[in-house]
């Protein structure tokens, strides 16, 4: 039995992301037009996860939220509670997951859905001390190991003004606040890539 049990997710073809523009890392080029297509109804679907992870011809939708209070950035520790095995044990700044057929709820579609996705995500696996607002900085995509070859990240900015947050999942240990100097110096080694990718970004970001 498949340890996806069933799960469906949000994706689109690779086709969709040639016809919008291959990359690698981080874009903002283009991001409103780009978002939009990948957000239409009509050029996303709903696909078996266990096919979805071993298929480079799909890219599933995850959405990537990072925390900022500050100068300091929200990172934790994946554990082995995650669903990801190939991501155990690196430091994530991304909080997020795959969008499901329950977030089409209330006849939702397109970015409708999605946002409910992003906002039900959060609320799962944060404890967030205010009311948020979260706005889409980004595209995230790396072509250089099994996991990115099958999802394509949309990079949300949340900035908080109290640092109290806590985990409401076991996958996420070791919560906390860095300097984003800190993480881009020392602790980039440890995180995983498509954090290091936002991380670099964010850092060389003009002001």
Known sequence: ??????????????ALLDEIGSFTGVR????????AKLLDPANHFFMDRAAAEEDPG?????PYCIFRCGDRILHYTRGKAGGESRLHAKISVGVGGHVNPVDMGENRKGSDAYHAAVTREIEEELDLPEKHEHRIIAL???????????????????????DAVASREDALTDLGFTPL??????MFDRLETWSQFCIRYLADEPG
Do not use: F
Request: charged share 25%; aromatic share 2%.
């Open 140 to 162: 995230l995509n790396d072509e250089s190991n099994p996991v990115g070859q099958v999802h394509l990240g949309i990079v949300h900015l949340v900035d908080l003004k109290s």
């Open 1 to 14: 039995m498949s340890k996806y049990a069933g799960e469906e997710v949000l994706v689109v073809t690779r």
């Open 181 to 186: 100097e800190e993480l881009a110096g020392p």
């Open 58 to 62: 799909h890219k599933q939708l995850i």
């Open 28 to 35: 903002t080029e283009g991001l409103d037009g780009a978002v």
